[in-house]
């Protein structure tokens, strides 16, 4: 049996360790620098990192105080980073790739925030370096992207992704990302040829895991709300130049704040999934005591009602499905109020809005179980619409007397316009006009019990 050479095995793990710690502590905050300068060259984001160290041995980076600031405006920050220990994959430097397998980071800041152009500020770090201009969403007018609320925002950005005409588009790039590039480099002696697949992303991330970070969402009219002791993991990402951006998996979970006072708490989680060549995506959310005064810019502008106050609590499991949708909801809305802006209908309840709203503030806690249907482009509300009226029915059994009492308050004209939209036009003070107003006042009073006559 031979004997280990202890001594020379020793003198080998020393000499490793120099090579580790000076390359980490001595030779990488140059190579740090060199490598934050290539971000910035080759791609829109501007970040600053103060300090890069590169482990040769573990194949690893650290890093402290990194921060990305808006390509279009670098007084202001995107994102905040104390510290991050990211791990390469060897086998992606083999193919020219620069892969993470596995990135940690602690105590960062995030500032996500609205554009005047519909977007958000953090989708300009996905695009190529040769896009000058924000992503603008086409056919609207500048006045109709004011009006958009983040709910509108977000719900652009899955028709952008899920509607049949993008799945068409994904499944045709799809198809030629498969072909293979060959790339001829001329050198003194011979030459080298460089074979790459289109659907490689230059840049990956198996698994990105934030803990104690701190999320600040603002609108831009100034407003907003902060999630403060957030956890994100992200999973199979990717960004390329010519690919765009790439997201596998996502989950955020954290506690809602406002000026420092606890506003609820959020937990969504994201799920890219393929099947059969046809793309899926899972969404769930969970909100649970949310006061939605302070949340009032993210929906604002999708309702057909203003809430003066309220709570809410629901849950939400939503299928992307080729394009079609399927989701299951559960809701809770308690110590609510809910006002018309206006609007008499909607289009999935024929009922005029301000009835509508004084029968559900009667009812506490509103308590609604629903699914939504239909496509990405034209989702299906019915079952959301039967759920509510099958609610609400009993608050409006006496209905008659309500209007009656309203016409004696209001008159005719008043009660018409403000439960139909329609104005009644003025009547003369005469014996022929006082019939002629109580005929008016029961027609009106016909036509508005027939709206709810025949609802089941």
């Not at 060897?90 to 554009?115: C, D, H, M, T």
């Not at 370096?129 to 056919?139: A, F, L, N, V």
Request: with cysteine; aromatic share 8%.
């Amino acid at each position: 049996m031979k004997y280990l050479n202890i001594k020379n095995i020793a003198i080998v793990l020393v000499l490793l360790a120099l090579v580790h710690f000076i390359v980490g502590l001595l030779v990488s905050p140059k190579l740090g620098e060199f490598m934050v300068g290539k971000i910035n060259q080759y791609s829109r984001a501007k970040i600053y990192c103060e300090r890069v160290n590169l482990w040769p041995l573990t194949f690893s980076l650290s890093l402290k105080n990194l921060k990305v600031f808006d390509p279009d405006n670098t007084e202001k920050k995107i994102a905040e980073i104390k510290s991050a220990s990211i791990y390469l994959s060897p086998f992606g430097l083999l193919s020219k790739r620069v892969v993470l397998s596995k990135i940690k980071i602690s105590g960062a800041n995030i500032y996500l925030e609205g554009e005047s152009d519909g977007t958000f500020n953090i989708q300009k770090l996905a695009q190529g370096q040769t896009s000058d201009k924000s992503i603008k969403p086409k056919g609207v007018a500048e006045g109709g992207i004011q009006k958009k609320d983040w709910f509108i925002q977000g719900y652009d950005l899955l028709k952008n992704k899920f509607s049949s005409d993008a799945l068409k588009k994904e499944k045709a790039q799809k198809s030629e990302a498969k072909k293979i590039t060959k790339t001829v480099v001329v050198l003194p002696k011979g030459r080298r040829v460089h074979f790459k697949s289109k659907d490689s992303y230059l840049f990956e991330i198996k698994r990105l895991s934030i803990t104690g970070s701190y999320l600040d969402l603002k609108n831009q009219d100034g407003r907003s709300v902060q999630v403060d002791d957030a956890r994100i993991e992200l999973g199979n990402a990717g960004f390329d130049p010519e690919l765009g951006f790439l997201l596998g998996k996502a989950r955020i979970e954290g506690t809602i704040k406002s000026a420092g006072v606890a506003a609820g708490s959020l937990v969504f989680s994201y799920q890219s999934i393929l099947s059969n060549d046809k793309p899926k995506a899972q969404f769930n959310f969970e909100l649970k005591d949310v006061n939605l005064i302070v949340l009032r810019f993210i929906y604002e502008n999708s309702l057909p009602v203003e809430v003066v106050k309220g709570t809410l609590d629901i849950t939400s499991e939503t299928l992307f499905d080729n394009g079609n949708i399927n989701s299951l909801n559960r809701l809770s809305l308690s110590n609510h109020e809910l006002k018309s802006k206006g609007v008499m209908e909607s289009s999935d309840i024929s009922m005029p809005i301000p009835l509508l709203c004084e029968a559900i503030n009667k009812i506490n806690p509103l308590l609604m179980d629903f699914t939504i249907s239909g496509t990405v482009e034209k989702p299906q509300f019915k079952d959301f619409a039967r759920s509510l009226m099958i609610l609400v029915k009993p608050s409006l059994k006496n209905i008659g007397q309500t209007i009656k009492r309203e016409v004696t308050e209001k008159g005719v004209a008043g009660v018409l316009k403000a439960v139909s939209g329609k104005k009644e036009e003025k009547v003369q003070s005469s014996p022929v006009g006082v019939d002629k107003e109580k005929s008016n006042t029961e027609d009106a009073i016909s036509s508005l019990q027939s709206i709810f006559s025949n609802k089941k």
